[in-house]
């Protein structure tokens, strides 16, 4: 008994007034939506796209470069549409927290983490993630 207590005194304490302080709580990609965090998060879907340019390789060590534009938001969707030399391909992404996966109608998704609030995507793509993709704000 003496031990819940404690535990109970311990939770208790971490909040004053309903506001948290508990740092990694209201850091957290729900923290929006937590009470106790007063907005001190970002709220969800601040990441809003733009114009980018990409480096990149394959999954077989092939290095490719050229631009992506990401378009839309966390509602209603992204789209992206990369240009790399004379060809163009598009997908389409769902945000969750800071991390952007685009399906562009290949087996495998291209899976982002949004650095900086979006001023540098660094993603994973193909068989086993081993094309990288570097995607640099314009």
């Not at 240009?83 to 991390?99: A, D, K, P, Q, R």
Request: aromatic share 8%.
């Amino acid at each position: 008994m003496k031990k819940s207590l404690n535990m109970l005194f311990c939770c208790l304490a971490l909040t004053v007034g309903g506001f948290a302080q508990n740092y990694s709580e209201c850091q957290a990609p729900n923290a929006h939506m937590n009470p106790n965090c007063n907005g001190s998060a970002p709220a969800a879907g601040a990441f809003q796209g733009g114009s980018y340019a990409v480096q990149g390789s394959t999954p077989e060590g092939t290095r490719y470069e050229g631009s992506v534009v990401i378009s839309g938001d966390a509602t209603s969707g992204f789209h992206v549409v990369w240009t790399i030399g004379s060809e163009t391909y598009e997908g389409t992404g769902t945000l969750s927290g800071t991390v952007l996966t685009v399906d562009w109608g290949q087996a495998e998704p291209v899976v982002y983490k949004i650095v900086g609030g979006g001023a540098i995507l660094n993603g994973k793509w193909g068989k086993r993630g081993r094309g990288r993709e570097k995607l640099t704000r314009q």
